[in-house]
């Protein structure tokens, strides 16, 4: 396979992507989204621009008249483009970078995962609305944009989570019961013109699981713990981890959690509450796994690859699972 790794930056992730490829004989080439320069169609009788160096392809200028390519990269001559963390920037450059990833895909080439997970994923308020109408339990949830409303939630719920709709780690998100704490936090959210995501806080005793899934397989889960005086179990934080095996239930869940979303691969964060039920909190569509790699041995690189190897072999359509989700 020729594939491109797109990412903000390179680091451990995509060294064991690149490993991982290198070690089945693919080829690999990771660019930044920074470097996407679309060309489209040039006028006759133009001179065709210098060649992009294809990933394994024949560089045919004749097949170059419209082009994607990053660090003369060339995107659209890929068989398969991973899609790992999309850089911040202006509203336009994330615009930007989106559509061309749904450009990619439009082409035909493979995109892990695809745009459609992407957005769907990296949007907490369009995450928990596909969870919730897939049947899974999540938080009584408030999403408004007037200070008056996210009062009146906080008020209701009385402890409750306000997280910034886009974001991952655990950064941003505070942990408020007290009145005039959550009139602060309003006042200064409502200064920046931000979303009010308001969830009802979850007793859970300082631990949840983090599920990854892969081509609809679970291939390892870790339960994290909050460390001393934190109610975050982020690892990132310095939440604790151990390897554990889950349940059929709680397997089932994560698998349609994923499923719900679209991501051929995800990182499905499950909270187990002090009264036995289990609530779904987040589907990372462009997880990390360095902490669950090192405390269950998996190597997650190698799944992920072993998946798109699957999909490019028999055709199967991306962000489906590769087998049935149990009843």
């Known amino acids: 396979m020729r594939v491109v790794i797109l990412s903000a930056r390179t680091g451990w992730h995509t060294d064991e992507l690149t490993r991982a490829l ?33 990933v394994g392809g024949s560089g045919d200028p004749a097949t170059q008249q419209t082009r994607l390519t990053s660090e003369q990269i060339s995107l659209l001559d890929a068989d398969v483009v991973l899609a790992r963390i999309i850089p911040g920037g202006s509203l336009e450059q994330l615009i930007y970078r989106v559509d061309a990833l749904h450009w990619i895909e439009d082409r035909g080439v493979r995109v892990v995962n695809s745009p459609r997970a992407i957005e769907r994923s990296v ?35 009385r402890d409750v989570v306000i997280k910034p709709i886009v974001g991952s780690l655990g950064q941003g998100m505070v942990r408020v019961s007290d009145r005039d704490t959550a009139m602060r936090i309003v006042r200064a959210l409502d200064q920046i013109k931000a979303v009010f995501y308001v969830q009802r806080a979850i007793d859970h005793g300082g631990r949840d699981l983090r599920v990854f899934v892969v081509g609809g397989r679970v291939i390892g889960t870790i339960e994290r713990r909050a460390p001393a005086g ?27 959690a994923a499923a719900a979303v679209g991501a051929d691969y995800a990182g499905v964060d499950v909270l187990p509450a002090l009264d036995g039920s289990m609530y779904v909190l987040e589907v990372n569509g462009i997880p990390g796994w360095q902490g669950l790699q090192r405390a269950t041995g998996v190597d997650v690189a190698a799944k992920i690859i072993e998946h798109l190897e699957r999909c490019v072999q028999t055709g199967t359509i991306c962000g489906q699972p590769e087998e049935p989700l149990p009843a």
């Open 22 to 54: 290198a070690e089945r004989g693919h080829l690999a080439a990771v660019v930044p989204y920074e470097g996407l320069t679309a060309r489209l169609a040039m006028s006759h009788g133009e001179a065709a621009p210098a060649a992009a160096t294809n």
């Open 230 to 256: 934190e109610w975050r179990t982020n690892v990132a934080i310095g939440g604790s981890a151990r390897r554990i095996e889950v349940s059929p239930e709680v397997e089932t869940i994560a698998l349609r």
């Open 123 to 157: 949007d907490k308020f369009f995450t928990t609305t596909l969870l919730h109408d897939a049947g899974l339990l999540v938080p009584e949830t408030v999403v408004c944009e007037r200070p008056g409303e996210a009062m009146a939630a906080i008020a209701a719920m």
